[in-house]
């Protein structure tokens, strides 16, 4: 009878790891974004992800993923905000120097810190409104208003 039990514990052992090693991990790739009780850019939001954050996915509807974050907290997010990693920089021990996330994301847009230092000499531009932009926060009761004024999405439009 032990022997049985063992045998079914291992079984299970072995289906979880299984399970884990099948699992797509996902890493957020903008600044923050919410993760959603319902994939719906006006849900309710369950978590405030950050840039980096890493993420199982669990399922997919449409242009949204399910996900859980590492503290366990199960929601949905757009799937513009994360990406799956193809790969992992570390520091070399001979080089003495790693690559930052702020970097990679910067690389994988073509610029560079090199890059965006002479950009900014050369190009003379105001980023006020850019700014005064990003400062803007809008509710889901908000966002589900303008939706349903325009009849946009689901409330009578298209996508």
């Known amino acids: 009878m032990p022997k049985k039990i063992l045998g079914i514990v291992m079984a299970f ?56 974050t590492t503290a366990g907290v199960q929601g949905w997010t757009h799937s513009s905000a994360v990406t799956e990693p193809k790969f992992s920089l570390t520091a070399r021990t001979t080089a003495g120097t790693g690559t930052t996330a702020d970097e990679v994301a910067l690389a994988g847009k073509g610029f560079n810190e090199q890059v965006e230092k002479e950009y900014r000499k050369t190009a003379k531009l105001d980023y006020t409104w850019v700014d005064r932009m990003v400062k803007i926060k809008i509710t889901g009761t908000e966002m589900e208003g303008f939706l349903k004024q325009g009849k946009l999405g689901e409330f009578g439009g298209g996508k």
Request: zero cysteines; glycine letters at 8%; hydrophobic letters at 45%.
């Open 13 to 68: 052992l072995l289906l979880a790891v299984g399970l884990l090693l099948a699992a797509e991990n996902l890493k957020v790739t903008v600044k923050s974004t919410k993760l959603r009780k319902s994939p719906k850019f006006y849900s309710p939001s369950v978590a405030t992800l950050k840039f980096g954050d890493s993420l199982q996915k669990l399922g997919e509807q449409g242009d949204w993923i399910q996900a859980m």
